[in-house]
């Protein structure tokens, strides 16, 4: 049984294709059982989010696992191999590493991440897929994320999706604080948009969301309002700035209601931002004149782009990440050796009380003390040596030197020259 980790991401697979390969989070825990349950998978933990969807197993089959997810979402496996990447062992240790690091992340550094990682964890430990390997693995993923954090400035002055959308209403308007914002969804994406939208002092700020009290919350704190999802067609055309990031499979924003909504503007421009995988605005919407609509990969570019300032905290950072691989990987190989250990000890120990049973059965007669305990030291001896001298003594020829530097080794013998 191996580690393996494979998926796609958002430096192989356009957002066209990662919004296929998505698992909303009531999923989840059925769709590890079904993996763990069907495949040869041992253990398995699945990372799916706007960027990203990766699973992370412990198994002796990892094609069928990588067979599994292409018919899962209903693609025929030849679809998805153009998009796929297939990490084995070190490079799955490796990529999850790098990834809770926030270094290959769209916006570099960004640090939600780490927290996705974490519920990953608990979702797998909730569906009974996640066994001592890759327990082992994160625990150590999060202890690496935390050295990076502290070690290096990689997360210093982040270039946010929030703040890339920012910048881009400021190209357009002249001022955020004249304009109307509504955000559809009240995740934390949204919160953390409205946290920079809201310090820039719009005129007015609604939120949208199934569920009402959520919404509630956010308009308290950021001194807006809420509506329900079902307002959005008779309230949309009231706002120039629109930021939704819902978990809804399908989009919630359609081009026919995005046009009613400009006809009821007179044709004012609206700047639509969505940031959710899969798309909560229809992509048609794109082709409308008077919209500016930006997706989450849009956001990403502009982001990277302010990036060159943290190089040196990424030459750092992938230093840590490497000591750490080769770590856990010494690490991994001797837990594979456990088995072996516990098999000599195991065969130690039943020499030792064989010897002393005979050597408590001749004291029990009255013998000789000193001539007993040498007798169960001779014994010990022996049967601790019998079985590299036997391997030895009948050794091939091919293998008899390897067997002789390896005794001299462990037994710290001086070979003459």
Request: hydrophobic share 45%; proline share 4%.
């Amino acid at each position: 049984m191996t580690l393996f980790a494979f998926g796609i991401n958002h430096h192989t697979a356009p957002l066209s294709v990662r919004e296929q390969v998505v698992f909303h989070a009531e999923q989840l825990t059925q769709a590890l059982r079904d993996l763990v349950d069907r495949r040869p998978v041992q253990e398995a933990a699945i990372i799916s989010t706007c960027n990203r969807t990766e699973v992370y197993c412990a198994t002796t089959e990892p094609r069928e696992a990588v067979d599994w997810l292409a018919a899962y979402h209903r693609f025929k496996r030849h679809q998805l191999d153009p998009y796929l990447y297939q990490l084995p062992q070190e490079q799955a240790v490796k990529h999850a590493f790098r990834v809770a690091s926030g270094l290959d992340s769209m916006v570099l550094g960004e640090p939600q991440i780490l927290g996705q990682f974490k519920d990953a964890v608990r979702t797998a430990q909730s569906a009974g897929t996640l066994g001592w390997m890759l327990n082992k693995m994160f625990q150590r993923t999060f202890s690496v994320a935390k050295a990076v954090r502290s070690e290096t400035e990689i997360g210093a002055s982040v270039v946010s999706m929030a703040s890339a959308a920012i910048l881009l209403a400021e190209r357009i308007y002249p001022s955020i604080g004249e304009q109307s914002i509504l955000f559809v969804g009240a995740g934390e994406m949204v919160e953390l948009a409205a946290g920079h939208f809201a310090a820039h002092h719009p005129r007015r700020i609604t939120f949208a969301n199934r569920t009402p009290e959520r919404a509630q919350q956010l308009a308290e704190r950021f001194l807006g309002r809420a509506i329900g999802l079902n307002d959005l067609a008779s309230q949309l055309a009231v706002y120039d700035i629109v930021v939704s990031c819902t978990a809804s499979p399908l989009p919630i924003i359609g081009k026919g209601l995005v046009e009613s909504a400009l006809r009821a503007r007179k044709h004012r421009p609206m700047l639509m931002f969505d940031l959710a995988v899969p798309r909560d605005i229809e992509g048609e919407v794109a082709k409308l004149d008077d919209v500016f609509l930006y997706t989450i990969d849009d956001l990403g570019k502009i982001s990277r782009d302010g990036m060159s300032a943290r190089e040196n905290a990424v030459t750092q950072a992938e230093v840590i990440v490497e000591n750490q691989v080769t770590d856990f990987m010494h690490w991994l190989a001797n837990r594979e050796l456990v088995p072996m250990i516990r098999g000599l000890r195991d065969a130690a120990e039943r020499s030792r009380r064989h010897e002393l049973e005979r050597a408590l059965r001749r004291l029990h007669k009255g013998d000789d003390p000193k001539a007993v305990m040498e007798q169960l030291s001779r014994a010990l001896t022996n049967k601790l040596l019998h079985p590299p001298t036997h391997a030895l003594n009948h050794a091939g020829a091919d293998e008899r030197e390897t067997i002789a530097a390896t005794l001299a080794r462990l037994y710290q013998i001086q070979r003459p020259q």
